[in-house]
């Protein structure tokens, strides 16, 4: 999606159509597009080719969109785990490595890059008829996803929860306490932020449920909202609907507690467990 988002700038700063792109390369105007859009494989020959089109004469810039184009068709690093994943969470795992910030909202889970190893079987065992050894592969796949947190390319994460996710006691009070104090050592790091939307607050700007928006390195790429429900999941990238997802975002930073009172509110509820 990033490397059609800029080829679609470069041919729009060329003042070529899709049409008018798709010729020298034997392509339709509907193949541009997905290309575009990122919906389809890239052919090196064939970037080559746009670039010249699009007037793009630097041989750096032609080897850095070329090596985009080899990362992009490589397999991602899930691929291994194929067999226990629901291909709409492939996308969003996609979508996650390649973030630079990610704004999310939970209403019943700790946020996966977040889980305990204890914590995360029992989300994980929550699922229909789950078989054992799926189970174990299921749960390798989040703890080695949560190693993104930890390398140098790491996305911004700030995290809004409803304190009903520090309340519900998914694995058992020991898990629980085991995951909330994972959630105080995780608040420390300087690319995590933790907030806490307390029962007190009553109504908020997000009651309609959990969401993500994520934010790319990409001007030409925009956010992109991510909705989970029961069997798959909603990506949102027109404009006005991530606008309102974004204010949504931005007005619950401002009715959660303060970051300053994360540290507190979640010794609060280990005590209190």
Known sequence: MQLGARLRALRRA???????????????ESKISRMELGRVGFKERDITDLLLLYGVTDPQEHQ????????????SWWHS???????????????????????????????????????????????DKTAPDEIDRRLR??????????????????????????????????????????????????????????FASGGHAASGGAFSVLRFPYQELADIVYIEYLTGSLYLDKREEVDRYAAAISRLFIEAAPLVDTKSIL???????
């Open 267 to 273: 010794n609060r509820v280990l005590k209190e467990l």
């Open 64 to 75: 850095r969109v070329l090596a985009f184009a080899r990362e992009a068709s490589a397999p």
């Open 141 to 198: 796949l989040r703890m080695e996803r949560k190693q993104l947190l930890q390398s140098p390319e790491a996305p911004k994460l700030w995290v809004v929860l409803d304190e009903a996710v520090l309340r519900r006691p998914i694995g058992g009070t020991p898990a629980l306490r085991e995951q909330i104090e994972s959630l105080i050592e995780a608040a420390e790091s300087p690319g995590v932020q933790i907030q806490v939307m307390p």
């Open 14 to 28: 060329a003042g070529l159509s899709r049409e008018e792109a798709g010729h020298p390369i034997r392509a339709s």
């Open 81 to 127: 785990y194929g067999d226990v994943l629901d291909p709409w969470f492939q996308t969003y795992l996609d979508f996650e490595q390649a973030a630079t910030l990610i704004r999310t909202y939970e209403v019943q889970f700790v946020p996966g890059l977040l889980q305990t190893e204890a914590y995360a079987r029992a989300v994980i065992s929550l699922g």
